[in-house]
């Protein structure tokens, strides 16, 4: 069952510059797509989401875009700090499942100094 | 802030034992839920529960599962007679809205190994 996607298993990126972390879905149901950040021995805990109605959501130096025709949604954070480093995990819900999330395989991000 | 809390935080034992995960969700919550998380594998939904019944679960979720909510502020998973493919990292989450997925608050998880 590969209903939420994340290709890339790591990312490495310099503090300051741009992280992008990518994520593609094949259920046409998903209205609501969220990333989650898990730093080890933690769970998993909300960073941003948004709203199929929405291409866009912002918050801080967190920016989510949705593109629904690709059925793909991006993280971008800028600028990229060390204590960014973590694992992200691109997560989607569909109103009629409630809050049941179908989860990605999760992205490393390492962000070095 | 207050916080899912989830005991213990490692669990290991034999196949075919009984074993007992304990969480404690964010009080004021009405709907919990338990996921679980195989090495190198995606996070998986198990079950979801309100009201003192299950609302939804899985296929992973079979007989050998089971929740309960035994007072006012635990929530356990119980799986009856483990197997090597349950060992998993099972986190526990709490919410207090129905279909707001980011009011979702996850605990530490459980690391359970099955020998």
């Known amino acids: 069952d590969q209903q939420v996607k994340q290709n890339s298993p790591s990312l490495s990126v310099q503090e300051g510059r741009i992280s992008i972390l990518n994520c593609d879905y094949t259920?046409?149901?998903?209205?609501?797509f969220l990333w989650y950040k898990k730093y080890p021995a933690e769970g998993p805990t909300f960073l941003i989401s948004?709203?199929?109605?929405?291409d866009k959501n912002e918050d801080g130096r967190f920016t989510v875009f949705l593109n629904k025709s690709a059925k793909h949604l991006s993280l971008h954070i800028v600028p990229s700090q060390p204590g960014d480093s973590a694992v992200y995990f691109c997560?989607?819900?569909?109103?009629?499942?409630?809050?049941?999330?179908?989860f990605g395989a999760g992205t490393i991000l390492r962000v070095k100094s | 802030e207050p916080e899912v809390t989830q005991t213990p935080s490692h669990q290991v034992t034999q196949m075919g034992q009984e074993v007992i995960l304990r969480c404690v969700p964010i009080?004021?919550?009405?709907?919990f839920y338990w996921y679980r998380q195989i090495l190198g594998q995606k996070v998986e939904f198990l079950v979801s529960?309100?009201?003192?019944?299950?609302?939804?679960k899985s296929e992973i979720f079979d007989d050998q599962f089971s929740v309960e909510r035994p007072d006012g502020s635990n929530f356990t998973l119980k799986i009856r007679s483990t197997k090597l493919e349950d060992s998993a990292m099972y986190f526990c989450?709490?919410?207090?809205?129905?279909?707001?997925?980011?009011?979702?608050?996850f605990g530490s998880g459980t690391q359970l190994s099955v020998l």
């Open positions: 989450a709490s919410s207090n809205l129905a279909f707001r997925s980011e009011k979702l608050f």
């Open positions: 259920n046409s149901m998903f209205d609501y």
């Open positions: 948004i709203s199929s109605i929405k």
């Open positions: 997560a989607a819900s569909a109103m009629s499942a409630g809050n049941k999330l179908v």
């Open positions: 009080s004021n919550h009405l709907y």
């Open positions: 529960f309100y009201n003192n019944e299950i609302s939804e």
